[in-house]
């Protein structure tokens, strides 16, 4: 039988990259992989209600109910590896996580950043200031960046880019639009090609 890659998704907010992620694994691209649980920081987020509507297990947990953010963490992989977690997406979640996340999941933490990292990133760098900060540099091109998770803040290696233009008179707006429309290419994509890399099927010990 073919094995089953399990994807826990971490969101906090509209999660249109989480649906593109449920989108695909009803395609050949990801029919390999189910998302086998959406945890929240935020409770009432749409991303919640599209779990929900796809029947895929959420939970909501807020970092206010712990002593400390190790805590949290440690509940966050509680439920991903009672969920046999092999790979965990990040998908507009806004917090930073903590060395305890980062290093059980070591190399199979992903997350979305909308600019082609490594400009445009770091801390503080989210929403409509990444836009702003790319028409403010007046880069000529901006995309979607793909990349492993580490302690820092958009840092990790790259797995994959896209490329988008940036036009003359764009606003913020206008710009994260294009590239969110990009983002929803890119991560299923990247996802694919990660999971089946020689490298992850190493580190999970399935072979895709
Ligand atoms: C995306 O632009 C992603 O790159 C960033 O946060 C946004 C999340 O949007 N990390 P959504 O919640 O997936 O719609």
Do not use: W
């Not at 991303?47 to 895929?56: K, P, S, T, Y």
């Not at 440690?74 to 290093?103: Q, S, Y």
């Amino acid at each position: 039988m073919q094995p089953l890659l399990n994807i826990g998704v971490l969101v906090s907010g509209g999660g249109s990259n989480l649906q593109a992620i449920l989108d695909a694994t009803r395609t050949p691209l990801l029919s390999f992989a189910r998302i086998a649980v959406v945890i929240s920081n935020k409770p009432g987020v749409f991303a919640l209600e599209r779990a929900d509507r796809a029947g895929v297990a959420a939970v909501v947990l807020e970092p206010r109910a712990f002593p400390s953010r190790e805590t949290y963490y440690a509940a966050v992989i509680r439920h991903l590896e009672e969920r046999g977690v092999d790979l965990v997406c990040l998908a507009g979640f806004l917090l930073k996580l903590e060395p305890n996340i980062v290093t059980r999941f070591k190399d199979r933490i992903l997350n979305i950043h909308p600019a082609l990292l490594p400009k445009h990133g770091g801390k503080g760098m989210y929403g409509h200031f990444v836009h702003e900060s790319v028409l403010r540099s007046g880069d000529a091109e901006t995309g979607c960046t793909v990349h492993l998770v580490d302690n820092e803040f958009d840092h990790g290696e790259i797995i994959q880019q896209r490329r988008v233009p940036v036009d003359s008179g764009d606003t913020a707006e206008a710009l994260a639009a294009r590239v969110l429309k990009e983002e929803h290419r890119l991560y299923p994509e990247a996802i694919a090609r990660y999971a089946r890399s020689s490298r992850f099927r190493a580190i999970v010990g399935k072979d895709f």
